[in-house]
């Protein structure tokens, strides 16, 4: 548990920083000299330079353990966090951006694994996504208007500065107070046996299911560039101010869907099926701002993806029967980064001629006819969980 508090603690310190950037990445950029198309290559260089990243995080965290990876993700992204305050170039503020995606890449499946490795126990390794799902999400509800309210009163340098500060001091904390665990073999039985349970095989997860993460993870990459933009991506105060207030209310949505654990106790499919479907809708309504307010718009986004993202790392856990949780999630990385990169790129270059909020409504509903047929009950029967011994 002590274990799992600190990773809990890092993660906040981690995604607060990331989300904190959101509402004011743009307008730096813009204040920069950036145009629109470039700022979209810059949001998706960033998420394209996780790939290598993902790619070194799984076979190193399956071998060496995650410790080391996190502490080099957090203080590495801190020290870029600090170069980023000088910047005078759109072209330095991208090569920055393509080194901060490439060490923050670690930290995802490091945090991850190591997570999963606390249980043994499927329903308890749910929780404990649950709880990283919470952590991202408590960070994601405070920051972006953190970040939007820091520019506004004491401007981007000093702002970027103290997120990159925060950064480095977490990772010190956490070389000291991390230790790896071995990762244990899952158990899918809720009923105690006197028996000792078989060891499963490391399955082999089918490729479609990582066009879930990919999917969402594409659509999100779309929103996260739409939103600047719906004030006309100016630097000034007010827009950024209610950038921010956007991303909050679209954490928001999801923190609450994230506190409804017994959630946990139902499919890991149909939860993220069920999630994809709701995000779908919800880009539509957003493609017509006119028939649904955009914050309604956003809280029910919000909503649907806190039950989406727990739903998804429940699912390759299952799938891979616990084993190689480090390669599972990176490879879970990788996808989610081929998304973030074609997202805003897409986004950037149909912004003036089709609303990409539609074309985030059409990817998503397409991906509801690519995973495999289920095999089991979409809803099974909730299981008591035995007290721990």
């Known amino acids: 548990m002590k274990t799992a508090i600190w990773l809990y603690f890092f993660m906040f310190i981690a995604f607060f ?5 959101y509402p004011i990445l743009t307008p730096y950029a813009i ?4 145009a629109p198309a ?3 290559w810059m949001m998706g260089v960033y998420a394209l330079t996780h790939l290598p990243g993902n790619l070194l995080a799984g076979r190193g965290v399956d071998k060496h353990g995650s410790r080391r990876y996190l502490v080099f993700s957090l203080i590495t992204a801190g020290i870029i966090l600090l170069l980023q305050a000088y910047v005078s170039t759109p072209w330095q503020l991208l090569v920055l951006r393509s080194l901060s995606g490439f060490v923050l890449a670690f930290l995802s499946p490091a945090c991850l694994a190591l997570l999963a490795s606390l249980s043994s126990n499927s329903f308890r390794q749910g929780k404990l996504m649950a709880g990283h799902g919470v952590m991202h999400t408590l960070a994601s509800v405070l920051s972006p208007a953190a970040g939007a309210f820091l520019v506004a009163k004491a401007g981007f340098a000093l702002t970027f500065q103290s997120l990159g500060i925060v950064l480095i001091g ?5 070389l000291f107070t991390i230790r790896n665990q071995s990762i ?3 158990d899918q039985n809720t009923v105690p046996s006197s028996k000792p349970a078989a060891i499963p095989m490391a399955a082999k997860i089918p490729l479609r299911y990582f066009t879930l993460p990919l999917a969402v993870s594409l659509a999100q990459g779309i929103l996260f560039f739409e939103l600047p933009m719906h004030d006309g991506g100016t630097g000034g105060a007010g827009a950024i101010m209610h950038t921010g207030l956007y991303f909050s209310i679209l954490s928001l949505g999801a923190l609450v869907t994230l506190c409804m654990l017994f959630l946990n106790r139902y499919s890991p499919k149909a939860r993220a099926l069920l999630g994809v479907l709701g995000m779908a809708l919800c880009f539509f309504s957003l493609a017509k701002p006119a028939a649904v307010p955009m914050e309604v718009s956003l809280f029910a986004l919000g909503m649907c993806k806190g039950i989406v993202y727990p739903a998804i790392s429940s699912l390759f856990i299952e799938l891979s ?3 190689r949780l480090g390669t599972v999630f990176s490879y879970q990385s990788i996808a989610m980064s081929l998304g973030s990169f074609i997202g ?12 990409p909020y539609f074309l985030a409504f059409i990817l998503l509903m397409l991906q509801l006819l690519t995973l495999p047929p289920r095999k089991k009950p979409l809803f ?3 299981t008591e969980i035995p007290p721990a011994a």
């Open 17 to 21: 920083d990331l989300h904190a950037q």
């Open 321 to 323: 029967g616990g084993k």
């Open 170 to 174: 977490a990772g010190v904390i956490a």
């Open 31 to 34: 204040s920069l000299g950036a």
């Open 344 to 355: 805003p790129i897409l986004a950037g270059q149909l912004h003036l001629s089709l609303s």
């Open 380 to 382: 099974p029967a909730a």
């Open 38 to 40: 470039f700022i979209g």
């Open 184 to 186: 244990p073999v899952l």
